[in-house]
């Protein structure tokens, strides 16, 4: 597993950025941002992005500035700052190159059982980040975990990101998390997705933001390991998941709650 710095005993990890890389400059505004304000809070911290988006709904949807474009800017941000970096992969084929870039390879939710992705991700021996698919029950993911385990890496953690409630809505157990924790790995919430409403009519995802701090605060007050939050200068304009995202300037003010909640349930 990676190392955390600036993780006291107790405090969930920090796993943050935007959705899609849309360019260096923004990438790295956003990183040092990040690391300025979790480096105050003593939050461990990750920074997410994406450096292609294969799961959009209408074929004229962003999907990204170039694979290794986009993966020489994760591998900027980590060498500039010195915070790993996590990014989706959505083939056995993108698993190794993804990893000469990367430390955490995370497996995007409506993939979560692909076997052969999961093997391929396993073989690299990077961290591989699980995302719960909306179909599954949280025990289910135990057998996720296990072809990454059995593939001869130990390195896993789970994200839930909500389940499918009707066409259009998403809801999260917060039972599955102390759930998934059973199986003896970190467990993340992915709070921004949770928030999607898939399946609009104009071939557009929409969203929940205003409900981002209710989600994360439940979900730290559960007991989670680690906190997902895509987060953006000015969603309004982001290329990919505008509408659930958090405004950048909103994002000290939350992480200061939740660790004020953490410290209350230590």
Known sequence: MIELKNNPAGNFFLLAGPCVIEGEEMAMRIAERVVKITEALQISYVFKGSYRKANRSRLDSFTGIGDEKALKVLQKVRDT?????VTDIHSAEEAEMAAEYVDILQIPAFLCRQTDLLVAAAKTGKTINIK????????????????????????????????TFGYQDLVVDYRG???????????????????????QTSGVTGGMPQL???????????????????????PAVA???GANMLKLDLLEDLLTKLVRIREAIK
């Open 132 to 163: 719960k698919g909306q179909f599954l029950s949280p025990l289910a993911m135990q057998f996720a975990a296990d072809k990454v385990v059995e593939a001869g890496n130990k390195n896993v953690m789970l994200t839930e990101r909500g389940t």
């Open 212 to 234: 981002i701090e209710t989600v994360a605060k439940a979900g730290v007050a559960v007991g989670v390991d680690g906190i997902f939050i895509e987060t953006h200068e000015n």
């Open 177 to 199: 998390i102390p759930e998934m924790q059973t199986f003896g790995y970190p467990v993340i919430l992915d709070v921004t997705h949770s928030l999607q409403q898939p399946n």
């Open 239 to 241: 290329k990919s998941d």
């Open 81 to 85: 700052f010195g915070v790993p970096t």
